[in-house]
């Protein structure tokens, strides 16, 4: 049985959707597991009852009782229901962009769908301040395109400045059912909150890269550090391209060397890239670019290997920070 409320959200997107043909970008801060449960089913099942391709990702622990309750009223799954835990293809927020984007890629005849959580409790501060980045960027990714977005905040969980950050990134908010504009709304603002200065770490180990011929050995002293921490194979060929890429990228755009720096935080590995350059398009690395972009293709490398990647730049230069999951090795240093 569906309640009021989740009736009047049925029909609000569907006047929504009427009123405008391309990106319907809408975010709901529930307050218990029913009122997430009801919304979440109905979007889900009134997409696919029109037709659309749904993609679902929620962390997983949200994930199984939305399975459970789709099952229950749908009685089965087709190929236009696409579920993910976001927990994994969002954990980095930076690379979720390109899941939605391929997604709607895949139906390019068809009105789509996004279910997500991406800001989930627990998360820590840096990946906040990225999935706030995220959805102020999504606006302008999927601009034109016929998707309707659905993105859902645990409002007993979280803190009073996302769900503040939420309604200046959504254009759109559920109120007790009805879909309204958010009046809060000011996605650049958000970004620029989001831009900020990233602190180095006096205790790194540094190489600078001035040209080309920089990269080889470069290349060498990440793999060196990361095998002396105990860094697993996979996670220092997964280092090598990052820095390899961050780099590369530094020589194409700015006229100075590059700083790479690496340090080891809690459960990551950190490799950081300093320039003199300014990065003036926030969406670069954020979607699949194709072969065709070589600068982009690094970046978008970059966010799809890490765990999360942080960016500050201002006229004087431009800060990126990877994070990648330390995944010890058995060696003697793990």
């Known amino acids: 049985m569906i309640d009021s409320d989740s009736a009047g959200m049925r029909e609000g997107l569907r006047g929504t959707q009427a009123g405008h043909a391309g990106f319907v970008h809408s975010a709901l801060l529930y307050r218990s597991q029913q009122d997430y449960l009801d919304s979440a089913v109905r979007f889900v099942l009134d997409g696919l009852a029109a037709d659309e391709a749904v993609l679902v990702a929620m962390p997983g622990d949200q994930l199984g009782p939305l399975h459970d309750a789709l099952s229950r009223s749908v009685g089965g799954f087709t190929a236009e229901l696409r579920m993910a835990d976001i927990a994994e293809v969002g954990r980095n927020p930076s690379r979720f962009m390109a899941m939605e984007g391929s997604f709607v890629d895949e139906h390019p005849d068809r009105r789509?769908?996004?279910?997500?959580?991406?800001?989930?409790?627990?998360?820590?501060?840096?990946?906040?301040?990225?999935?706030?980045?995220?959805?102020?960027?999504?606006?302008?990714?999927?601009?034109?395109?016929?998707?309707?977005?659905?993105?859902?905040?645990?409002?007993?969980?979280?803190?009073?400045?996302?769900?503040?950050?939420?309604?200046?990134?959504?254009?759109?908010?559920?109120?007790?059912?009805?879909?309204?504009?958010?009046?809060?709304?000011?996605?650049?603002?958000?970004?620029?909150?989001?831009?900020?200065?990233?602190?180095?770490?006096?205790?790194?180990?540094?190489?600078?890269?001035?040209?080309?011929?920089?990269?080889?050995?470069?290349?060498?002293?990440?793999?060196?550090?990361?095998?002396?921490?105990?860094?697993?194979?996979?996670?220092?060929?997964?280092?090598?391209?990052?820095?390899?890429?961050?780099?590369?990228?530094?020589?194409?755009?700015?006229?100075?060397?590059?700083?790479?720096?690496?340090?080891?935080?809690d459960e990551h590995l950190v490799c950081e890239a300093r320039d003199t350059g300014r990065f003036d398009d926030p969406l670069v690395g954020r979607l699949d670019p194709g072969p065709t972009a070589p600068a982009s293709r690094g970046l978008y490398l970059v966010n799809a290997l890490s765990d999360l990647v942080r960016t500050h730049t201002t006229s004087a230069g431009t800060t990126i920070q990877a994070y990648l999951r330390f995944d010890q090795s058995a060696g003697p240093n793990g």
């Open 112 to 265: 789509v769908r996004i279910l997500s959580q991406l800001a989930w409790p627990g998360r820590r501060d840096a990946e906040f301040v990225a999935c706030v980045e995220h959805e102020a960027l999504v606006n302008e990714a999927l601009d034109g395109y016929p998707v309707a977005k659905l993105c859902l905040y645990d409002a007993s969980r979280l803190d009073d400045e996302l769900l503040a950050e939420a309604r200046a990134t959504h254009p759109f908010l559920w109120n007790r059912g009805a879909l309204q504009r958010s009046a809060e709304y000011a996605p650049g603002d958000a970004l620029a909150r989001c831009n900020r200065p990233l602190q180095a770490n006096p205790g790194a180990v540094t190489y600078t890269v001035r040209k080309s011929a920089d990269l080889s050995p470069a290349r060498s002293f990440a793999v060196n550090y990361a095998g002396w921490v105990g860094m697993s194979q996979d996670g220092i060929d997964d280092l090598q391209l990052i820095a390899t890429e961050l780099a590369s990228n530094s020589l194409m755009y700015t006229d100075g060397a590059c700083r790479l720096a690496f340090w080891r935080q």
